[in-house]
């Protein structure tokens, strides 16, 4: 998929109208195999920025998914990066996020989860909740992110909808409300309700793409046409299931929805094209718009007049042939203009924003101006990291966006010695974006990698020989597990430091490690050095 740079980006296409009120900056969660990513295609398509949906498992480079553009997504038909897109649809402006699914990237969907204003939560209708879909609900809870849920998969086999409203309500303890409403499941599906609209969409005949025409009737259940296309028995519990929600289900209340406790609920078939507008035209509608964000000295308003924002992921080589790197920077306050000077909190520099970029996936346009929640491109050559905040000119920091202590640790060994350096840049580069980190002992000369999940050694290693042309090979490090340290008295750390010098090792930002080679060993040095703090964390600066 090549790179597509374009003058610039034309900017919201209804003058007039709120440019901060008509953004909508979500992201969708889901369990793999629950159909995330061919959901995400079908917004875009009906958001009208692509004109060819690619599904995950169709064939020819022409129906790649766009938002799995690495070659080992590619090749897997899964998504293991955080793919950002920009797009316009009626009088919103989006910006959707497209997370992670497998458990092992967990740590870049909580980061891109602290971005965004709102999820799409999406379930097989056959598996309902699964592990890792309760799990990035948890963290859509810390932050109270609303979320509203997609049923995905309705026309083939799947559970009692139903069945699947009380599961939803009684694990996750949110009230549902079902926005629309199946005709049939499976081999019998014939449609669906809109019980915000009173509507009937029904199937019609497959066009070329084999996806069907969707038969809208405004009049609903009134329109004498329904009792021709549903069958009878279909149209009578079709009825009965309207009537029971009526009575059992709470009425839709968007501040409820906004603040956490409420879920819209669709249900659709992302392949088959149904539920997929109703969702969008729902985002559009109830989704919040840019929210304040959390700072260490108050909270910034997206209505606030001074720039600010936050980087929550970095990118290299989205152009391998350029070595580039792009911060991807949450927009919270302020209105930004391209060629701003914005100031890096941390370093306490200026830094000129020449060609900041809005994203389709890999593909960029330059943006001339963009409004709290947009997520913006910054190229850069290293300079900006995750958790770096960029303000206009006032002093402060956004927060909760941290480093998580690695489940595996892994040292490096290259099949060429002589590329050693090239091999550290590289290293040093990927953990910028968060595919791993990177741990230095200060005692021998080896690099230890540090991952939450296995698989994420497989796209690091293929990452290497693609973008890099390394051959690596992982090997057990002596160490099970890695703690930040620190203390009230900084003495007691370089006596720490100093008495366990075997142990210690250095993060990328030279933060010192503690490496223990067990959890015994954690809990006895834990206990011996009382002084001493050990950070499963580490808040980004």
Known sequence: MSEAIVPSHPGPSHPGADPIGARRTFAIIAHPDAGKTTLTEKLLLFGGAIHLAGAVKARGESRRARSDWLKIEQQRGISVSTSVMNFEYGAWTFN???????????????RTLTAVDSAVMVLDAAKGIETQTRKLFEVCRLRDVPIATFVNKIDRESRDPFELLDEVASTLAL??????????MGHDFRGCYDMFGKRLLLV??????????????????????AAEMIPAAQLDKLREDIEL????????????????HMTPVYFGSALKNFGVDELLKGLGKFAPPPRPQPADKRMILPTDKTVSGFVFKVQANMDKNH????????????????GMKL???RSGKPITVSNPTLFFARDRSLADEAWPGDIIGIPNHG?????????????????????????????????????????QRALEDLAEEGVTQVFRP????????????PLQLDVLSARLADEYNLEVGFEQAPYDTARWISAENPKDVDEFLNQNRATIADDRDGAPVFMARNAWELSYTEKKWDKIRFHATRERS
């Open 96 to 110: 959707l996020l497209d997370t992670p699914g497998h458990e092992d990237f967990s740590e870049d969907t909580y």
């Open 175 to 184: 009230e549902c409300v079902p926005a629309n409403w199946p005709v049939g």
């Open 204 to 225: 019609g005949k497959e066009n070329k793409n084999l996806e069907p025409e969707v038969i809208i009737l405004e009049a609903g259940l009134d329109d004498p046409r």
């Open 245 to 260: 929600i009526q009575g059992a289900c709470p009425e839709f209340d968007i501040e409820s929805y906004r603040q956490g």
């Open 323 to 338: 070595r580039d790197r792009v911060a991807f920077f949450r927009l919270c306050s302020g209105h930004f203009k391209r």
């Open 343 to 345: 100031r890096q909190v």
């Open 383 to 423: 300079t900006l990291r995750v958790g770096d905040t960029l303000t206009e000119n006032e002093d402060l920091r956004f927060t909760g966006i941290p480093n998580f202590a690695p489940e595996i640790l892994r040292r490096v060994r290259l099949s060429d010695p002589m590329k050693a350096k090239h091999l």
């Open 442 to 453: 200060r005692l021998g000369s080896d690099w230890i990698v540090g991952l939450v999940g």
